[in-house]
């Protein structure tokens, strides 16, 4: 059961003369009852819940709540289209806001896979002032965990060379040793597949065929390996 | 000009004795009160919510004085041709629409002022005490100037109701010519956006002629809401700010004047 039918937008906006922004108040409050209020949301009442946050946004665009709700829950409620919708529109009018391209940033990467949308999503959050830490860490991370180790460096480099504070300094040279370590690794067993056919069972089966003098030691204290789908990863995850 | 001034304290005194008024100022200056309680029933910004609700409220409250009580007084003058009383004294046709006027705006300005110590009080001690980990900032430099324009925005709907006044023969076709006049005027630039958009590729060229008709010659309320504004701290420059109150007067000067010019001429039996 879904609740009572939206007004279309334009008619909200008509209706609301000079109180479009109560009115938007007005529709984020009902939305978080009906998500409140509910265990399971059907598809039907998550289309709701969409529409609902969709309008709150068209009233005031300026208003941070119907992004950060369209983010938080729709994408579990199988509307990550909508949630992205309303989110891209966001960037526009709260272009401060690093949270709107971090959560375009995660819908890309957990429900659409686009790893690459995500990063960019990603990188861009994690140029504003005021975003997490860790951002800068878990793109580099990202990339080099799906395949893209050269991109997950050149980022790495272009912020060690942006960053002055020594601590971040101590910790992004760290990450981009190991990085280069996971690259180097790969790019070997790439090569013994080119000579044998076949990626090599264990990183020994590189050395004790030649191809490397030695595995290096990850900076994580962790152990390079390799992975069922052929990659080189390490058992510390670069933590 | 002493004339005027007679007339409009005349006219606010008169609008201070209506029941009403009083009922409506003390039930605003109450929900200013605990805009902040009401707020918390929303989530995340609850700060947003009350500053919405606070300057929503002023502005309903400026509204029932400028729409309705304007027209009711006006209407009154004439129903029991108390307005005889005042034309047949050296008094012009031309001060009577002045100094109601300014006897309306003084009314609605000191209910507004009032209501909006309240609500700064309140924003105030709600800001303080608010438990949200990331509160945000608030533009109170902004609030004062948005609540300037909320000024003009009523003192505009009180001179279309003194304009409406000044030729409708009962109180109730002035009030209700003044308020689709403010309905318009509130949406001017919202129908400009939905013709603007796909949906005006469907609407017919006679339809979006009369609506540039109306955007030209009616007032664009909407120009002087500047709550949103206030509310998100966003930017307007000094000079959009001064074009915009310009704006405001000039449509207040030629409705009052326009208003004078009919009433001088309006055959009263």
């Not at chain 1, 989110?87 to 375009?104: A, C, R, S, T, V």
């Not at chain 1, 003098?213 to 080189?232: A, L, M, Q, S, W």
């Not at chain 2, 029932?64 to 003058?77: E, G, P, V």
């Not at chain 2, 945000?136 to 000024?151: M, Q, S, T």
Request: hydrophobic share 50%; charged share 20%; aromatic share 16%.
């Amino acid at each position: 059961m879904t609740a009572s039918p939206l007004p279309k937008r334009e008619f909200g906006r008509l209706a609301s003369g000079e109180f479009t922004s109560l009115s938007s108040d007005y529709f984020v409050l009902r939305a978080a009852i009906f998500y409140g209020s509910h265990v399971n949301l059907d598809s039907e009442q998550g289309k709701w819940l969409g529409d609902a946050l969709k309008l709150a946004r068209y009233l005031d665009p300026y208003y941070a709540e119907p992004y950060w709700m369209a983010g938080a829950v729709l994408p579990w409620l199988g509307q990550p289209d909508t949630a992205l919708d309303i989110l891209l529109k966001g960037e526009k009018y709260k272009p401060e806001d690093w949270k709107i391209p971090f959560n375009i940033g995660f819908i890309y990467y957990y429900f659409k896979q686009d790893i690459q949308k995500a990063a960019e999503y990603f990188q861009k959050a994690s140029s504003f002032s005021d975003s997490p830490a860790y951002l800068p860490m878990l793109i580099s991370r990202l990339y080099s965990k799906h395949g893209r180790g050269n991109m997950a460096v050149a980022f790495l480099q272009r912020l060690l060379g942006d960053t002055k504070d020594p601590l971040l300094r101590k910790k992004l040279s760290k990450r981009l040793k190991a990085l280069k370590m996971l690259n180097y690794l790969q790019t070997i067993a790439q090569d013994f597949k080119k000579e044998y056919g076949r990626y090599p069972e264990t990183l020994d089966e590189m050395t004790q065929r030649g191809f490397v003098k030695e595995i290096p030691r990850d900076p994580y204290g962790g152990e390079f390996y390799i992975t069922d789908e052929n990659r080189v990863w390490s058992t510390s995850k670069l933590r | 000009m002493a004339k005027i001034w007679t007339l409009a304290v005349m006219t606010f005194y008169e609008g201070m004795r209506e029941r009403v008024f009083l009922g409506v100022l003390v039930f605003i200056l109450f929900l200013l009160l605990i805009s902040g309680i009401l707020a918390q029933l929303s989530i995340g910004n609850t700060l947003k919510v009350t500053q919405d609700i606070g300057l929503g409220g002023l502005n309903i409250l400026g509204l029932f004085i400028a729409l309705f009580l304007s027209t009711q007084l006006m209407a009154k003058d004439l129903d029991k041709k108390t307005v005889y009383l005042v034309l047949c004294r050296p008094v012009s046709r031309g001060q009577y629409i002045f100094g109601k006027f300014v006897g309306l705006a003084f009314l609605n300005a000191l209910a507004l002022v009032a209501g909006f110590v309240l609500f700064l009080l309140a924003l105030f001690f709600f800001s303080a005490t608010s438990d949200l980990i990331n509160p945000p900032v608030i533009a109170w430099g902004k609030h004062i100037v948005a609540f300037l324009f909320l000024l003009l925005q009523m003192f505009l709907v009180t001179a279309i109701a003194v304009f409406f006044s000044s030729f409708a023969s009962n109180g109730l076709i002035s009030f209700f010519f003044t308020l689709i006049v403010y309905f318009i005027g509130c949406n001017l630039n919202n129908v400009k956006l939905i013709l603007e958009s796909k949906i005006g590729e469907n609407i017919s060229p006679s339809l979006k002629g009369i609506f540039s008709f109306a955007y030209w010659t009616l007032p664009n309320i909407s120009l002087l809401d500047l709550k949103s504004w206030a509310v998100h701290d966003m930017t307007l420059s000094v000079a959009e700010l001064g074009l915009r109150f310009a704006y405001g007067t000039f449509f207040i000067a030629a409705l009052l004047f326009l208003a004078a010019s009919i009433f001088s001429r309006r055959e009263l039996s």
